[in-house]
């Protein structure tokens, strides 16, 4: 079974421009997470979505992040436009239901400058 | 309101000695509980988790933890450490199936 895919891998922008991640979930996961871990620190929720819809948004930077997952599979996370403290790994994970555990992929680590 | 509380943020051991990293959770009610493991530059990887099955849970690696509902703990440990086993540790609580909680994480060194 394929697991939680992401791209990139890694990201180096300046302050002030634009990046956007991708996350492919395992197949069948209905719920579908974005979390932002800053260097030492846990994982925060960004957004859960449940299918295409928004269960959780409530720590998302609603000024400058946005996420989407038009049909329901693959998601997309957006920055616009970046800021120094941004800096992080961004991870995607999914959740199997009959197992009730989350699958993390590898995380997409962004530097800005 | 779910929290979890890791109640050392770095641990050190030498190799070959046990591993005891300790979480603390609260719940308003029954959780489920996971620790994860997230070695450096890597994503996180389950180690083992707890819903509402045996109390005490064995996982990869040799690892295994018990849920003790009386001390609202899950404290993680394994006989004896390894070098592989240096990373960063996550214990995570849910609730209503498919919300989680994390606690700050516990690092811990493997001394040679």
């Known amino acids: 079974e394929a697991g939680v895919a992401q791209s990139p891998r890694y990201k180096i922008i300046e302050k002030r421009q634009s990046v956007a991640f991708w996350c492919n979930p395992i197949?069948?996961?209905?719920?579908l997470y974005w979390y932002q871990q800053i260097l030492g620190q846990g994982p925060k929720l960004l957004i859960q979505f449940q299918n295409n819809g928004v269960v959780d948004d409530s720590q998302l930077p609603k000024d400058r992040f946005s996420a989407e997952r038009l049909k329901g599979v693959d998601s997309t996370l957006k920055i616009q436009p970046a800021k120094l403290e941004d800096s992080a790994v961004y991870l995607c994970?999914?959740?199997?239901?009959?197992?009730?555990?989350?699958?993390f992929g590898p995380g997409t680590r962004l530097l800005v400058l | 309101a779910q929290s979890v509380t890791q109640l050392d943020s770095h641990v050190s051991v030498s190799e070959g000695t046990p591993v005891l990293l300790r979480c603390n959770y609260s719940?308003?009610?029954?959780?489920?509980l996971f620790w994860y493991v997230q070695h450096p530059n890597k994503g996180l990887q389950l180690l083992l988790k707890y819903t509402s099955a045996a109390t005490l849970v064995k996982g990869i690696n040799g690892f295994e933890a018990e849920f003790k509902k009386s001390e609202t703990s899950f404290h993680l440990t394994k006989p004896s450490a390894h070098m592989s086993d240096a990373a960063e540790y996550f214990c995570v609580v849910s609730v209503v199936g498919n919300q989680f909680y994390f606690g700050t994480g516990t690092s811990l060194t493997v001394i040679p």
């Open positions: 994970a999914s959740w199997d239901r009959d197992q009730e555990t989350q699958y």
């Open positions: 719940s308003s009610y029954s959780p489920s």
């Open positions: 197949s069948g996961h209905a719920t």
